[in-house]
């Protein structure tokens, strides 16, 4: 969280906005945004969406959480593997 505070407030400044401004825009108040800023974990992940979309990285957002990769249960890593039955024995000819 830090390093994400850390690029929140370089773009804010790199953009020119105060920290009352980004208030505002986000409606949060001061204490809540410095938070953001500081890579308090504590602040709400709500906040830091809005920050984000503020500066137009919502499509960033998708990007936090990979792509679903498919299901695998734990039964089915425990059940035994199924054998297939082998061919019957072909006859000889010859009588036992």
Same mark, same amino acid.
């Given at each position: 969280?830090?390093?994400?505070?850390?690029? =929140? *407030?370089?773009?804010?400044?790199?953009?020119?906005? #105060?920290?009352? /401004?980004?208030?505002? =825009?986000?409606?949060?108040?001061?204490? !809540?945004?410095?938070?953001?800023?500081?890579?308090?974990?504590? =602040?709400?992940?709500?906040? =830091? %969406?809005?920050?984000?979309?503020?500066?137009?990285? !919502?499509? %960033?957002?998708?990007?936090?959480?990979?792509?679903? @990769?498919?299901?695998?249960?734990?039964?089915?890593?425990? %059940?035994? @593997?199924?054998? /297939? %039955?082998? /061919?019957? *024995?072909?006859?000889?000819?010859?009588? #036992?």
């Amino acid at each position: 969280m830090i390093r994400l505070g850390e690029r =929140v *407030r370089s773009e804010r400044l790199r953009r020119n906005l #105060s920290q009352e /401004h980004m208030c505002k =825009v986000m409606g949060i108040t001061i204490p !809540t945004y410095r938070k953001i800023e500081s890579g308090d974990g504590t =602040v709400e992940f709500r906040y =830091v %969406a809005r920050c984000l979309g503020v500066f137009g990285y !919502t499509d %960033a957002l998708g990007e936090l959480i990979p792509e679903a @990769q498919p299901e695998v249960r734990l039964k089915d890593l425990l %059940a035994p @593997q199924r054998k /297939h %039955a082998s /061919h019957p *024995r072909k006859s000889d000819g010859k009588a #036992s």
